[in-house]
């Protein structure tokens, strides 16, 4: 008898323990012991991350380092961290969210198929009161201001670098080069733009501001000799610009990648059209992939813009954790950019 009452006792303590452990997560599995006194010590927490496609260079060092991070967490709770690829179709993204919001997953990271679907992602969230941290595609500036004033506001943020810097850093360094890239010196700067995806945000700033910051720093005129639609792709990359080597040959004196997958897909095809970048054609790109940096480093690349991978993935953890612990959420997280020629490249190479 005194065993059951001492039995008693302890389920007792145990159950206001539980009880008093309010606002961390809704997990039943929290081990009863003292620990659960402190906030969210000694809870699983169950992570759902879905990437908007794996098969992408940048994507997946993001990931990665989500992962990695994740495990470097030394806070007591345990963090079950599920990714999933969402395979560059909205559909089977949503679903995937569905199924984390179904599952009673305590907080979502999504990377996007489509920004114009954060509207409907952010109510589903709020619905199920799940925190949402969306990365690398920026969602709406409406969309990001849903929930203001109402009890979901905080609950969700967007961590990013803002590309309108990384498409300046490219205009940069090109503008800064002794010729200004103008390798005729006809004032103009005869050019070649590879498009990520037409439809994200990185895509259009650093399309449109690399052209309007040469523009201001340079003071030369520019002639946009081709724009196509490379999907961040480096087999599409290629293909784009042989195709503009052998359409406008010599004519061309710039290309301009979104990012370096594409980049080093043109490195190849100039390369093989025989021509050489420094001397008679110049490639940008951004990412500062190991890969472009090291061409970089060769002189086959003018330069890249780093995208800090790293600092991204780990402020997206943050802002996890502290939303699992029922901290609010500032709306925007921003990483900066920073800009990688031949002259810095050593001081990023691994
Ligand atoms: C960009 C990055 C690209 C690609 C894209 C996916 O920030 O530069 O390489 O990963 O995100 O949304």
Redesign the pocket.
Known sequence: MKKFLALLATCAIILSLVGCNSGTTDQAEAPATDETTEETTGETIKVGVSI?KFD????TL?REEIDSYFKTLDDGNTYEVTIQDGKNDQAEQTNQIDAFIQQGYDVLII?LVQSTSAATVIDKCADAGIPCIFI??EPEEADMNLYDGQDYEGKYTYVG?D?RQ?GKFQGELIADLENKGDLNGDGVLQYIMIV??PE?V?AKYRTEFSISQYLEVSGNEVEKLDEQRGD?DQAKGQEITANALVKFGDAIEVVFA????MALGASQAIAAAGRTVGEDIYLVG??ALEEAKQLVKDGEMTGTVL?DHIGQSHTAVDAAVKAVKGEKLEKYYWVDYVKVTSDTVDDFLN
């Open positions: 908007y992408d260079n940048f994507m993001y990377n690398n595609r670098a590309a990384s990520g995806d994200n990185d961040w979104n990012n370096d997958a951004v990412d995208n």
